[in-house]
Nanobody, 124 residues
Framework: QVQLVESGGGLVQAGDSLRLSCAAS????????MGWFRQAPGKEREFVSA????????YYSDSVKGRFTISRDNAKNTVYLQMNRLNPEDTAVYYC?????????????????WGQGTQVTVST
């Protein structure tokens, strides 16, 4: 089993930055990739970003490319999502996910473990 705990969400104004963290524990050696997804009210959960085990490959949705940066610190078993130039459309619950598979990093069914989510609200 893998446990994931997100932190760093909050209420910010448009144009501000936030950094989300996701700390993994348990069978972390089994993790092949970690990702971030988000779900806005009334919308489906969508892919945001992912990073492979070694940090050598990163993935972004078109809506966040150039504004968000994913990184990881394997010594701390922690993945980060630096979010810059936030806008109200980024408002959502952000979920961290861990995959022990080698499927598409963009699909939520490729991930086996999920955190509880952290709220990000961007006001105008």
């Amino acid at each position: 089993q893998v446990q994931l705990v997100e932190s760093g969400g909050g209420l910010v104004q448009a144009g501000d930055s936030l950094r989300l963290s996701c700390a993994a524990s348990g069978r972390t050696l089994a993790i092949s990739a970690m990702g971030w997804f988000r779900q806005a009210p009334g919308k489906e959960r969508e892919f945001v970003s992912a990073i492979n085990r070694y940090g050598s490959s990163t993935y972004y949705s078109d809506s966040v490319k150039g504004r968000f940066t994913i990184s990881r610190d394997n010594a701390k078993n922690t993945v980060y999502l630096q979010m810059n130039r936030l806008n109200p459309e980024d408002t959502a619950v952000y979920y961290c996910a861990a995959s022990t598979q080698y499927g598409s990093r963009y699909l939520d069914n490729s991930y086996d473990y999920w955190g509880q989510g952290t709220q990000v609200t961007v006001s105008t």
